[in-house]
């Protein structure tokens, strides 16, 4: 079964951090691309980072640059989100996704949902005042 399971989301207060993970079952990341999508309360779904399976190449959006970390460990097949300096419009549900779209990390399209074959269940990121 493939499947991606998302945990170490929790309470922080602002300037806190968490570290989330990714763990895949049933097919290897290595050979996907890799993001994690956050959605608030009433707002829409975004993507904010996302990393080459096979080379560990990354990409951010600008609201997360300089305090999100993407990586990977390919033989414990997961993939993390370090998450420092968080703020309160950090807060929402954290879901990571893969897709085996060649190509995808830099193309204009890498956080576009429709891209992705798989998702996670998502994991509560809050971050308090």
């Known amino acids: 079964q493939l499947q991606l399971v998302e945990s170490g989301g929790g309470l922080v207060h602002s300037g806190g951090s968490l570290r989330l993970s990714c763990a895949a079952s049933?097919?290897?990341?290595?050979?996907?691309?890799i993001a994690w999508f956050r959605q608030a309360p009433g707002k829409e779904r975004e993507g904010v980072s996302c990393?080459?399976?096979?080379?560990?190449?990354?990409n951010y959006k600008d609201s997360v640059k300089g305090r999100f970390t993407i990586s990977r460990d390919i033989a414990k097949n997961t993939v993390y989100l370090q998450m420092n300096n968080l703020k309160p419009e950090d807060t929402a549900v954290y879901y990571c996704?893969?897709?085996?779209?060649?190509?995808?990390?830099?193309?204009?399209?890498?956080?576009?949902?429709?891209?992705?074959?798989?998702w996670g269940q998502g994991t509560q990121v809050t971050v308090s005042s």
């Open positions: 990393i080459a399976g096979s080379d560990g190449r990354t």
């Open positions: 049933g097919f290897t990341l290595e050979y996907y691309t």
């Open positions: 996704a893969a897709s085996g779209k060649a190509g995808l990390l830099f193309s204009y399209s890498v956080y576009a949902g429709g891209e992705y074959d798989y």
